[in-house]
């Protein structure tokens, strides 16, 4: 076996023997990488731009946020929402596989706050920690 491969070498030049051993490579590397990426497991969370306001009229602010599931198996998510760094909420979710998960968070914004306000919210998976937020600039008027 071992002379029929060593004359097999002999009737090739040395540029057609690394071209094939290079194409050989690659697609054990695309190979490799495809299954990779059918395995991965991420989840993203999102905050609908159209849904806040960054200068608010009054002190409640509301906007709607999401989790979407690209796990491979059912995720429990704990979701913290924060104003700054302070806790306002919390809670927990349960998606499937490619499930989705919408809802709109009223808020209101305490007398007390420093401006600007970072509204972030934070949800963690056993496998990873995802974060968005947006920013309240300025102080709404009492009167909204």
């Known amino acids: 076996m ?12 040395a540029l057609e023997i690394a071209i094939v051993i290079a194409i050989s490579i690659g697609i054990c590397i695309a190979a490799v990488l495809i299954v990779g990426i059918k395995n991965e497991q991420y989840s993203t969370v999102y905050i609908y731009p159209e849904s806040y306001q960054n200068y608010p009229e009054s002190p409640t602010i509301s906007f709607v946020y999401g989790i979407h599931s690209y796990e491979t198996e059912r995720t429990s998510y704990n979701v913290n929402f924060f104003m700054n760094s302070r806790l306002i909420d919390t809670k927990k979710i349960d998606l499937n596989p490619g499930e989705k998960y919408e809802e ?4 209101e914004l305490p007398s007390d706050l420093i401006y600007p306000v970072k509204i972030k919210i934070i949800g963690t998976t056993p496998h ?9 600039r300025t102080k709404p008027s009492s009167t909204g």
């Open 2 to 13: 071992a002379r029929k491969f060593f004359s097999w070498l002999n009737n090739y030049s």
């Open 104 to 107: 709109k968070k009223i808020v």
């Open 128 to 136: 990873s920690t995802n974060e968005v937020h947006y920013w309240v």
